[in-house]
């Protein structure tokens, strides 16, 4: 139903690049958001690193409770500005379907080794378009494809989800360096902890209440004040966190290990898995390795590099 939606949310689909017979009991967009979480790559994120790389412990995010988060906070902002929920959860659900294993860290490994580069979001469609074929509709693909802050969304729901992203991952990380003892609460800033919350908690609730409230009255965005916070916010946790020496340590194993992975396949193509098809083999390798989970690029590199145990 979108007869109480607002004038600017977006209440049908320009259409999918097939033909598809309609369902009767859920619009186009319910029925991307199931074919999202119904998909290989959706499940894979459960073991691909958020930030902390590998963690042994339980209570770290991945990158598929990342995603569950980022939905579940979108879909709040979405209701309460009476957007398309379901559009905007299927575009939250399916934004880092192409994420790398090891996080940002094996993005930039594959970013420096492709001739073209490699960037997360594209290889999202890629995955959603070519790799499993999902035929979502052009509202989707563009929300996934231009949740990077740097791109823009065509719909209110895509900018929604691409804030919305930036609320979850810098919160939740706060949380994340705590539990690996990196940082303190009280190490955050003061303009951080004092405007916008002494807790995650509370600054997740601080921001999504001010993205909504600013977004009634004009483009969906937080206000100019709390975005210049969110800033201030997003500096800290890059020299804090993103940059700690010790995660640095193990960024240039990760490196490394991607690399040679990467060279071994570029002499080794035969190798690859059958599946794996693609227009050249830079393509196809790059392919196979965003696909990987953490724990299973590792075991791979063990493979390749590492001699096996001698059975009699």
Request: hydrophobic share 35%; proline share 3%; aromatic share 8%.
């Amino acid at each position: 139903m979108t007869d109480n939606l607002s004038s600017r949310a977006t209440k049908t689909t320009k259409g999918r690049k097939y033909d598809a017979k309609p369902c009767d009991i859920r619009n186009e967009f319910q029925r991307d958001r199931d074919k999202i979480t119904h998909c290989k790559a959706f499940r894979r994120l459960m073991h691909k690193t958020q930030v902390f790389i590998s963690p042994e412990r339980d209570h770290y995010r991945t990158r598929l409770t990342h995603t569950l988060e980022v939905a579940q906070i979108s879909r709040t902002v979405s209701r309460a500005l009476y957007l398309n929920e379901d559009l905007t959860e299927a575009i939250a659900l399916g934004h880092d379907l192409g994420h790398t294993p090891f996080g940002h860290t094996g993005e930039d490994a594959l970013n420096g080794l492709l001739k073209d580069g490699f960037r997360h979001n594209e290889q999202s469609v890629r995955v959603v378009e070519t790799l499993e074929n999902l035929n979502l509709t052009y509202e989707v693909i563009d929300g996934i494809l231009n949740h990077r802050t740097k791109n823009s969304p065509a719909t209110p729901e895509g900018r929604v989800v691409q804030i919305c992203d930036k609320i979850a991952y810098m919160n939740h990380d706060v949380d994340d360096a705590i539990r690996a003892k990196i940082l303190e609460e009280k190490d955050l800033p003061n303009e951080v902890s004092g405007r916008l919350g002494k807790t995650s908690a509370a600054r997740i609730d601080f921001l999504v209440r001010d993205l909504i409230a600013h977004s009634m009255e004009n483009e969906i965005g937080l206000s100019t004040e709390t975005a210049a916070y969110l800033k201030i916010f997003r500096t800290f946790m890059f020299e804090r966190v993103y940059a700690n020496q010790l995660h640095n340590k193990e960024r240039s194993k990760i490196n490394a290990m991607i690399r040679l992975m990467f060279e071994y396949y570029m002499h080794n193509p035969h190798n690859l898995p059958k599946e794996i098809k693609a227009s050249d083999t830079e393509r196809a390798i790059a392919d196979f390795i965003a696909g990987m989970t953490d724990r299973f690029a590792q075991k791979q590199f063990r493979e390749i590099f590492m001699p096996a145990a001698w059975e009699a």
